[in-house]
């Protein structure tokens, strides 16, 4: 029944992105309510399907289709959706649709912003993005091992092309390193793929869930669940397999750091929920000690780099590795509780640091950089809203209960005090109290970095990107004096066109000094919603936990 | 009644959404300047900050009728009013939303809802002028909104839930004055000393939860009993972390005098009366895990003997009025933490509810104080009795509540810790050594409070006024007002809060030892009296010098702060420094490495490419008498 339902929610992008291939002049002038319209459709069967979602049987497949596909490979074309993947599907058109009204509506200082027409390459745009939100989605639906490795693998070129065209200064090295690796991590996945296949004959991944590892060996299921899950952990990140990820967000545009970081890495993390844990459990309760102790590393690891981070973006993409480290952690403990905490810690995090990215790319924005002291420090002075929301995400990205970051991080840590009866107890209480001590760490480079940027007073007289007569002239002094890593990029295309200063809404708040505009229309469109669901998620935990809870159980059937 | 609680916890919450969005659009339906829509949004959001308070308060008072001061008087606890909204499934133990009010809880939210009504009426006129008053009331809305979360929670992790907002409106409202990089410091390490301690706090609800399968109290204090006593002690030492930082115990106590750099009616609501108060309530909730766990009670009567003492000398030597009462707070907190340990819980909270009301008071007399000097320097006071004469009387009650001058209500409280402590060198759950440390240091206390606070009383209100002509203040002080006394607003509050200052003593029947209570009133008058003669002997010179050669390291509280930055908040940092270079070399070094070999070892190939024809021609007949060699070889 409604088996149509994943499969139109694959097809809207796809015909949005094959449309703009077959008439690519025609639409050229309604591009900006294109995407939006077909990202809006595909959100709201997203939500039609998290609505008609039977949320009694949550932890079985609905929605399914299944339909052979290349018979020769034993391939099939198998989707569906259960309590684990629900959530992500729709957080993931969500935030393309987001993506989308910041583009449409922006005006044409950010590159990439579908005004820009001349220096943006909008067709293009669009047609990335929504190829992207096909791989996205699919990686969610996809039941069957090799489907699924399609389209995570599908989302990478989008993505490349994503960094490598409308990213900042050093984009074409962040974009090739992004690829490369990860290419790489997939590789070695597909050889892990590969083998659960030769062993057990299907590629099924509901089937080899229900098998719970039955017809491999011990020794095969630790082989295949290191190859699975170094592939999925380059993607996450995991530590030490991280590194393409500070460059890649710096670089990246706004809406490809946002959905990079609210999408792509829930594809690493997923992977470990749908494929490894389920299928290969005594692989999992063999390297399950180590992938917890990655995971603190990189909790710890990834607080201090951020501790002494200057860059904004750079400092929010490191913030990502110690997240990711918690939703790992949570994994490792192969308890439901932990693995609960990592699925509620992945959407959270999706929501969070796609607001923050969003901020990020505003702050650029205006600023012209994101260099920290190169903001000078009070933002709560000079943009009191813009300021006020970034307290409010880096507020809600520490952890403070009552939002959505708090219960995934306590759940994950409750899960490491009680861990799986096969794993070491001892061992996952010092991860518990490393990963404590990691969320202590998380607080104090936020704090600090909200103190740098938005207390204080404003020290010196910010660059005005909405100059009265544009001209190189107009170059925001950080980037002039080659301060920020990124100024002199930014700048420069921002230079390309200049909105009217005259553009008045009717009420402009006295604060909005030196030209610069708090936040606009189009900004809040995009955050309010992200807002509004840390803010349910976090006060009402039970709407996750619920969904996500008898899925869990089920996947761990064979260890407990 | 059953949903009283609810009501009283949801109401600030709605208040403090309503007043952050709603009050902060002065262009919303009503014409005029800028200056009156902005005028018109500051008392919207003072209704959306006051009656929502109020209304809390009264629901307070109403669930505290019935058992009154049961809790006080020992009486068997009666039957908790209050139900189960539901419970959450986590895969494991489930959280249940349990919101009730028993006889602790009951009194302590009379408390939290009256101090904050007080404080949310005299902060309308204390930031008269401010800009940001609407998010700052309504941060207190969220505040008074946890703190009763905390108060009335059923279950451990709701309470942390509480537990934790509080924290952060605490960070908020601390660094309300942002302006001024050092309150924005101060409130990133009032934030940062808790939270390490709130980490050992969840911890110990853990172990608490998992082995009690339930993270209900009710349950978790029936299952004690059963309970080893290595769980136990884990569990307690654990949750006195938690304890430590909230309640700011040594050795988390330094975030404190710090977090003055607030507005003066969040030091005395947050700071003084309520959230610093935490920490002892949650030890009074869990007590009977507490009075299980020996080695822990013992851990808390030395912290409390240190941090009452250490406290006491250090108030003695400030010359910040606020840092004064800072300190007292510490030494005062430490008292009650002391009767816990002593094994009296009735006696800590006694203390707890008058040392709410006094320090609030006095907070609140020092705000009036401030406002009008325009300065938080002691230095600057000074005869200041003629001029504030209201606050000069409201303010001596304060002093003599804290001191215990009979019949002040902080005679009573201090007077039932103090035999608590006695009794416990003869026959209690401490140890010998400790219950004589604690017992010797809360005397010493005595003493001590007896003069700091009446070095504080003298230097401000008595002698010569010191009237210095002031610059214009700095956003982070207060601000200057000609007026002769403070605006009604400021001084209904001060008024209505001397009443139970003076008279909550009397609550719950007078039981006082005779002996203990002389000893206590003759050490106060000899701590008083030395710094009043030498008070006498030159009165613009500061008393504080009976200290002597310990006075600098009374001023900068041993030196405890220099010694953590030493050895934890520099290393940390420059930890950080060494992961960002070692990520940059090593870890992305490799990354990178591992490209260039592949591209060196790729040039390599490419020598052979080098479109030589003869070259390849070569090669091939190379290859082709290989194979034949080898297949005759091998055939």
Redesign the interface.
């Known amino acids: 029944m409604m088996g149509w339902l994943p499969v139109a929610l694959l097809a809207v992008p796809l015909l949005g992105a094959s449309l703009l291939l077959i008439s690519p002049g025609s639409l050229r002038p309604v591009l900006r309510v294109y995407g939006l319209a077909f990202s809006g459709l595909t959100l709201a069967l997203a939500v039609m399907l998290a609505a008609t979602f039977d949320y009694a049987q949550a932890a079985r497949p609905q929605f399914t289709v299944d339909q052979p596909w290349i018979p020769g490979l034993d391939l099939r074309f198998h989707l569906g959706v259960d309590g684990i993947s629900l959530p992500l599907v729709v957080l993931t058109a969500l935030l393309t649709f987001l993506c989308f009204a910041y583009l449409s509506w922006g005006d044409a200082r950010g590159p990439g912003q579908l005004r820009a027409s001349a220096t943006g390459r909008p067709r293009a745009l669009v047609f990335t993005l929504l190829v992207l939100e096909v791989g996205m989605i699919g990686t969610f639906l996809a039941l069957d091992l090799l489907l699924f490795f399609v389209f995570f693998e599908i989302v990478l070129i989008p993505m490349y092309f994503l960094i490598a065209i409308w990213g900042g200064r050093g984009r074409r090295g962040a974009a090739i390193?992004f690829i490369?690796?990860t290419l790489l991590g997939s590789v070695v996945m597909l050889l892990g793929l590969l083998l659960i296949w030769s062993q057990t004959g299907t590629l099924d991944i509901v089937a080899l869930g229900q098998a719970h590892g039955a017809g491999m060996s011990r020794a095969v299921q630790i082989l295949a669940f290191a190859a699975v899950g170094i592939g999925l952990a380059v993607k996450t990140p995991m530590w030490?397999l991280?590194?393409?990820l500070p460059d890649a967000h710096t670089e990246a545009p706004t809406v490809g750091s946002v959905l990079l970081a609210g999408v792509l890495l829930k594809m690493g993390t997923y992977g470990f929920a749908r494929i490894a844990i389920p299928v290969l459990p005594e692989g999992a309760v063999a390297i399950a000690p180590w992938l917890g102790a990655l995971a603190v590393v990189g909790i710890v690891?990834g607080s201090?780099?951020?501790?002494?981070?200057r860059d904004l973006k750079r400092m929010i993409a490191y913030s990502s590795v110690g997240h990711m480290g918690f939703v790992l952690l949570g994994f490792a403990t192969l308890?439901?509780?932990g693995?609960?905490g990592a699925l509620f810690a992945n959407v959270a995090h999706g929501l969070i640091t796609g607001l923050l990215f969003f901020l990020a790319g505003a702050i650029k924005e205006r600023y012209g950089t994101a260099d920290m002291p190169s903001l000078g420090g009070?933002m709560?002075?000079t943009l009191p809203h813009l300021g006020a929301v970034l307290t409010f995400a880096a507020?809600a990205s520490l952890g403070?209960?009552?939002l959505a970051g708090?219960w995934g991080e306590?759940?994950s840590?409750?899960?490491a005090?009680?861990p799986a009866e096969a794993l070491p107890r001892g061992l996952f209480l010092v991860f518990?109290?490393i990963g404590?001590?990691g969320?202590?760490?998380t607080?104090?480079y936020f704090?600090?970095m909200l103190?740098r940027v938005?207390?204080?007073?404003p020290a010196r007289t910010v660059p005005s990107l909405v100059a009265t007569h544009p001209g190189p002239a107009e170059e925001p002094p950080a980037s002039a004096a080659g301060l920020g890593p990124d100024g002199p990029g930014a700048g420069a295309e921002a230079a390309g066109e200049r909105p009217e200063a005259s553009e008045t809404e009717?009420?402009v708040p006295?604060a909005t000094i030196e030209g610069m505009r708090d936040i606009r229309g189009y900004e809040l469109v995009a955050w309010v919603p992200l807002i509004v669901l840390i803010l349910v998620f976090g006060l009402w935990?039970?709407l996750l936990?619920?969904l996500t809870?008898p899925a869990?159980?089920t996947l761990l059937g064979a260890l407990s | 009644m059953t949903i009283f609680p609810l009501l009283a916890v949801l109401l600030p919450f709605v208040a403090a959404f309503a007043g952050l969005l709603l009050s902060r659009r002065p262009h919303f339906r009503s014409p005029g300047t800028p200056e009156t829509r902005r005028a018109a949004g500051r008392r919207r959001a003072a209704w959306f900050a006051v009656f929502p308070t109020a209304a809390s308060a009264v629901l307070a008072t109403w669930l505290a009728w019935g058992p009154g001061f049961a809790f006080l008087e020992g009486a068997s606890p009666g039957e908790p009013v209050g139900r189960t909204y539901g419970t959450i499934v986590t895969g494991g133990i489930p959280i249940s939303l349990t919101l009730q009010a028993d006889d602790l809880s009951a009194i302590l939210g009379v408390l939290v809802t009256f101090v904050a009504l007080a404080v949310q009426v005299y902060s309308v006129g204390y930031l008269h002028d401010d800009p940001r008053y609407p998010s700052y009331s309504a941060f207190i809305s969220l505040f008074t909104s946890a703190m009763l979360l905390v108060v009335y929670a059923g279950d451990l992790l709701v309470l942390y839930v509480g537990w934790e907002i509080m924290g952060l409106c605490s960070y908020l409202l601390i660094g309300h004055w942002w302006e001024d990089r050092a309150n924005s410091r101060a409130a990133v390490k009032a934030f940062l000393v808790t939270r390490l301690g709130d980490v050992g706090f969840l911890f110990g609800i853990f172990v608490l939860g998992v082995s009690a399968g339930s993270f209900r109290i009710a349950d978790v204090l029936a299952k004690v009993p059963e309970m080893s006593a290595g769980t136990l002690v884990a569990a307690t030492m654990l949750l006195l972390a938690g304890v430590a930082g909230k309640s700011a115990q040594v050795p988390l106590h330094t975030w404190l005098p710090d977090a003055m750099a607030g507005p003066t009616p969040i030091s005395a609501l947050i700071h003084a009366a309520t959230m610093v108060a935490a920490g002892i309530f949650i030890v009074a909730r869990l007590f009977p895990a507490f009075l299980a766990a020996r080695p822990t009670l013992d851990v808390l009567a030395v912290i409390a003997a240190l941090g009452m003492l250490g406290a006491a000398l250090a108030a003695l030597a400030q010359d910040d009025l606020k840092r004064v009462l800072a300190y007292s707070t510490v030494s005062q907190l430490a008292y009650m933490a002391g009767g816990l340990a002593a094994g009296s819980d009735s006696a800590a909270i006694f203390h707890l509810l008058t040392h709410g009301a006094f320090k609030a008071l006095l907070f609140l007399c020092a705000g009036a104080v401030i406002h009008h000097v325009g300065s938080n320097l002691m230095s600057q006071m000074g005869g200041l009795r003629r001029t504030l004469p209201v606050t000069f009387v409201t303010m001596t009650v304060g002093f003599a509540a804290l001191t215990g001058i009979p019949p002040a209500s902080g005679f009573f409280s201090k007077d039932a810790l103090l035999l608590t402590m006695e009794r416990a060198l003869t026959g209690g759950r401490l140890t010998d050594a400790a219950a004589l440390l604690l017992y010797g240091c809360a005397l010493a206390t005595v003493a001590v409070t007896g003069a700091y606070a009446t070095r504080a009383w003298l230097r401000t209100f008595l002698g010569e006024a010191r009237v210095v002509a002031l610059p214009e203040p700095e956003p982070g002080t207060a601000h200057v007002v000609d007026v002769r006394e403070a605006p009604r607003t400021m001084l209904v509050p001060i008024v209505l809060l001397a009443v139970p200052a003076l008279l909550l003593g009397f609550a719950g029947g007078v039981h006082l030892d005779l002996g203990v209570a002389a000893i206590s009133v003759v050490l106060t008058l000899l701590g008083g009296g030395v710094v009043y003669a030498f008070w006498r002997g030159d009165p613009a010179a500061d008393p504080a010098r009976v200290l002597g050669p310990f006075l600098g390291p009374c001023e900068r509280a041993f030196y405890v702060d220099g010694l953590y930055a030493a050895v934890f908040v520099r290393p940390v940092l420059a930890l950080a420094r060494l992961v960002v270079r070692t990520d940059d070399r090593v870890v992305d070094g490799a990354v990178r490495g591992s490209g260039r070999t592949m591209q060196g070892l790729s040039g390599m190939l490419r020598l052979v490419q080098n479109g030589n024809v003869q070259l390849y021609v070569t090669g091939l007949l190379a290859g082709v008498l290989l194979i034949v060699v080898g297949a005759v070889v091998f055939a």
Do not use: D, R
Not at chain 1, 304 to 309: I, R, S, W
């Open positions: 390193k490369l690796y030490p991280h590194t393409w690891y201090l780099a951020c501790l002494a981070q308890t439901t509780v693995i609960n009070g709560l002075a507020i403070i209960p009552g708090f306590m759940l840590l409750l899960g005090f009680q518990m109290v404590g001590l969320a202590v760490l607080a104090a704090l600090v103190s938005t207390h204080g007073l009717p009420f006295e935990p039970k936990l619920s809870t869990v159980q």
